[in-house]
């Protein structure tokens, strides 16, 4: 059974999403769809949406941009960039670049979701005073 349809829906909602429309993620996941990023572990569709709602009350104008898209069987993969404002400098806006291993279900709705990014390069290396300290410790690792 190819779910490239539930991918282009699934890309379609992340793409489109807004703090009204948030909530429709759940309609997407599988009640017990199970949830990882660098900073989150859940379990629930309802604990997901959580997630991407907490994200709009921590930055500013979040947008999700899917670069590319990959379906064999249940399995997909999505390269994405992240894009948003910060709440102490709202001029800049940022950009994370990661991926998503996606898994359907019978239902034809995401049961699992794990997110790949680098919190040092995407994140870290960009706060002032740890940003120094991030690119020392690599420059250290690599020699």
């Not at 909530?23 to 997901?48: C, M, Q, R």
């Not at 947008?63 to 898209?69: G, I, L, P």
Request: glycine share 6%; proline share 3%.
């Amino acid at each position: 059974m190819s779910h490239q349809a539930d991918l282009e829906l699934l890309v379609q909602r992340f793409e489109a999403l807004s703090p009204k429309t948030v909530g429709a993620l759940s309609e997407l996941y599988s009640e017990d769809a199970f949830f990882k990023d660098p900073f989150n572990e859940v379990h629930g569709h309802l604990a997901i949406t959580g997630i991407f709602e907490d994200m709009f009350k921590q930055v500013i104008d979040p947008r999700f941009v899917v670069t590319h898209k990959i379906v064999q069987g249940e399995e997909a993969f999505i390269a994405w960039d992240f894009l948003f404002r910060s709440k102490g400098n709202r001029q800049a806006e940022h950009c994370i670049h990661g991926s998503s291993h996606l898994r359907f279900g019978s239902d034809r709705r995401v049961n699992y979701h794990r997110d790949y990014w680098d919190t040092a390069e995407e994140l870290y290396e960009k706060v002032p005073v740890l940003g120094t300290l991030v690119r020392f410790l690599k420059r250290r690792v690599r020699s």
